[in-house]
């Protein structure tokens, strides 16, 4: 019974290209993130949604655009894909408590590779 | 945002040795969460711990929030304990919401 989910789990594709990953979490969480995990394994946060509202955006290009139709969906689509792109991308969830957002559960990440 | 420095970066143990690996931070936080990335790259969960001490079996944190650190002890380690431990801290105020990761340390542990 997972409680954070991403699709597709490995994604490979050629510079230029449009693609989107996807993820759901069962956990009944308000807030959900996405994070990139480099060739060095470093982790970085790049966007946040709390209630379907985006309240983090980090200093992403805007090819990238996250999509949250529901508090228990976050999407996020990528134009014109370049060698760079090529990370680990992690969906995380967590539950607001006022002014604390806490404990984040990690999806199994999404590897892309583009060529 | 909030540095994140974690020590040692790497760390090589014979099974059934025990080791301390330790978090510093660069401001206060209300959320410091302990990862184990494991080989398939699956982030587990070890520890939410902003401030005092946890234990789960062979593993403990403590943070003391005060000072800007956190350590994660690991007793008897096993080879499935082989991997990357991520220390990730939740800032305040304009940083909130975001987890800062440090840069791991990377264990291994032989037969």
């Known amino acids: 019974d997972t409680a954070v989910s991403q699709t597709p789990k490995y994604l490979v594709t050629q510079m230029g290209n449009d693609k989107s990953i996807k993820c759901e979490q069962n956990l009944g969480h308000d807030t959900m993130y996405w994070y990139k995990q480099d060739s060095k394994k470093f982790l970085k946060i790049m966007f946040s949604?709390?209630?379907?509202?985006?309240?983090i955006n980090e200093t992403v290009p805007n090819r990238f655009s996250p999509k949250s139709p529901d508090k228990a969906h976050l999407n996020l689509h990528i134009n014109s894909l370049e060698l760079g792109d090529s990370a680990v991308y992690f969906c995380?969830?967590?539950?607001?408590?006022?002014?604390?957002?806490?404990?984040?559960?990690f999806g199994p990440g999404t590897r892309l590779t583009v060529l | 945002g909030i540095q994140v420095e974690q020590s040692p970066p790497d760390l090589i143990l014979q099974e059934g040795a025990n080791s301390t690996l330790r978090c510093n931070f660069s401001d206060s936080v209300n959320n410091l969460q302990w990862f184990h990335q494991n080989p398939w790259g699956q982030l587990i969960n070890l520890f939410y711990i902003p401030s005092g001490t946890k234990q789960n079996g062979r593993l403990s944190a403590t943070t003391v929030a005060t000072e800007r650190y956190s350590l994660l002890y690991i007793s008897s380690s096993q080879t499935t304990d082989s991997g990357v431990y991520f220390c990730a801290v939740g800032g305040r105020g304009s940083t909130l919401g975001r987890l800062y990761f440090g840069r791991g340390t990377q264990l291994t542990v032989w037969p």
């Open positions: 949604y709390n209630n379907k509202e985006l309240i």
């Open positions: 995380a969830s967590s539950q607001q408590s006022g002014r604390v957002f806490n404990e984040q559960f």
